[in-house]
C-alpha cells in the first residue's frame, strides 16, 4: 500500500526509486542498434568487401543473364518440337485431311514458318539533347524522348488490323497470348530483354499494312513527337522474308491463390 500523506508532515516530493530517464534510454538504444549494424555487416562481408565485390551481380546484369538463358531455352524447346514432330509424322495413323487441318492450325497460331511479303516498321528514343523543333511547344522531359509499351503496341494493333498474317517483334514471333510490355524503356517479351532500337516485322499486303499505320490515332500522335522531339520512326519494304515459327510455350501462365 502506499501513503497518502507524508508521515513527517514534510513537503511532497518525488519518489527516489532507480529509474532510467528517457535520454539515458535512448543512448543506450543507439548504441545496441549501431552494435548489430556493425555485427549485420560483418556477417554478410565475411572478410570481403561488400561494395565492389565481383560475385554480388548488379540487377540489370542479373537480367540480362537470365534473358540470354530464356533465349537458349526458346532454342532448344523449338529444336526438340521439331524432333517430336519429325518423329509423330511417320506413322501417327492419321488421314491426309487431318494432317492439312493440323498444318493449318499451327499456321494460325504462329508456331510454324511464315513466308511473304513484308515490311518492318523501326521505332527509336529520341538524341538525350534534344530540343523541341516546332515553335509552340515545350521543351522535351526525359519521359517525352523514349519509346514507351503504347507505342509498341499501337505499331503491332495497326499491323494486325492492317491484315498482317504474322509479326515479329525484335527476333520473336507474336502469337495470341504474347504481351508487349516494357519496364521504363526496356522491352521485355516472352522472358527476353530488349533495348532500343525496337524493329517490328510483318507479312501482308505492304500497301494495306501502310495505310494501317498512317490510319492509327495513336500512331498519329506518336508522330507528333517524332516531328517535334526527334523520336525515332523508320517503314520500310522489306520485299519477300520468313518470320520464325514461335518456338516458345504454349500453355497459359496464370496466377494462382495461396492455398
Known sequence: MSNSANPQGMGSTPARGRRFRPVRLLT????????????????TAK?????????LLKLSDLILERSHKNGQLDESNGALRDDVEALAERDDGSTKAEDEK???LEKKAGTQ???????SVTLNDAPPDATAKLPGYPEPQPDYLVIHQQDLQAVVNALWQGGAQGIKVMDQRLISTSAVRCVGNTLILQGRVYSPPYKITAVGDPDRLKQSLAASKAIQNYMVYVNVYGLGWKVEDDGAVTLPGYSGTVDLQYAKPVE
Not at 29 to 42: D, H, K, P, W
Open 28 to 43: 543506450v538504444a543507439v548504441f545496441a542498434l549501431a552494435g548489430l549494424i556493425f555485427f549485420t555487416s560483418f556477417n
Open 47 to 55: 572478410g570481403t568487401n561488400i561494395r565492389t565485390d565481383a560475385s
Open 102 to 104: 493440323l498444318a493449318g
Open 113 to 119: 514458318q511464315l513466308k511473304g511479303e513484308a515490311i
